[in-house]
């Protein structure tokens, strides 16, 4: 039997073994996907090796770029994996957040510019699969210090009390602001000027109306939360995981089943 996982401090939310354990059933394919809670990434690289495959969540995403043996696709540009596959012994890393998230937002059709708020992980993801389909975000944080490696790869960064604000088509909200709060991801100055005149609002949090979706409703954007984001990555992932023997479209109606009662 093939044993995948998760690997994440905290880790007990995951969905992410209800999603591929379900593919496992429907395809009849001899696995398990089980959840690890890791403190110290300094032991990332050795975890990895005892598992077939992995996901890789918060706060290890970029230690697990540094634990991997070879690094492939957009993953080099974001410096960050969340998807490791072992092949002879050998650890290589994808990131499919980025892959991830464009799927969510395909049936918002085109859009020519977008506004980042937040400059993590999921912002890194985000602000690179949007380069590569010719959309060049502008981010902004909270701190300044995080925009470093934003600026370093030629985006336009903000902080807060700099931002030059123009139009955006799309506001992408990947702070942690209203995960456990009600807290709004900028200034409510900055978002309305932003939000007036922008069609989308997309939020990384996922399975809640978040205070930043709420106020997009107000302006009537139309909007979606992350949960398709966090359901293609899976696809995707599962996809590395069985090179491609799969079909998307079918992984993703199996997946999308199992998260109906989370
Ligand atoms: N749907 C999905 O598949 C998916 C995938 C990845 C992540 N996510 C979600 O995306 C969010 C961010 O994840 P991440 O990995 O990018 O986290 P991260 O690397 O820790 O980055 C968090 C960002 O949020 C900002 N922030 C935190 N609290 C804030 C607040 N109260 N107001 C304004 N800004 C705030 C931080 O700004 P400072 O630099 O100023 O601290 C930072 O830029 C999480 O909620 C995560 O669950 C979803």
Known sequence: MKIFCVIGNPIEHSVSPLMHNAAYKAFGINANYTKILLEDSGKLRET???????NVTVPHKESAFSACDEILGIAKNIEAVNTIVKKNDKLIGFNTDAAGFFEAI???GKIENALILGAGGAAKAIAFILRQNG???AILNRSAERLEFFKQKGFKSFSWEYFAPEKYDIVINTTSAG?????LPAPEKILNQTLKNARFGFDAVYNKKTPFLKLCDEFGLKCKDGLDMLLYQAVFAFNIFFDNAYDETKIAQIMRKSLLNI
């Open 48 to 54: 990895l090796l005892k598992f077939e495959g992995a």
């Open 179 to 183: 995960l456990k709060d009600n807290a």
């Open 135 to 137: 959309i060049e975000p």
């Open 106 to 108: 395909k049936e918002f």
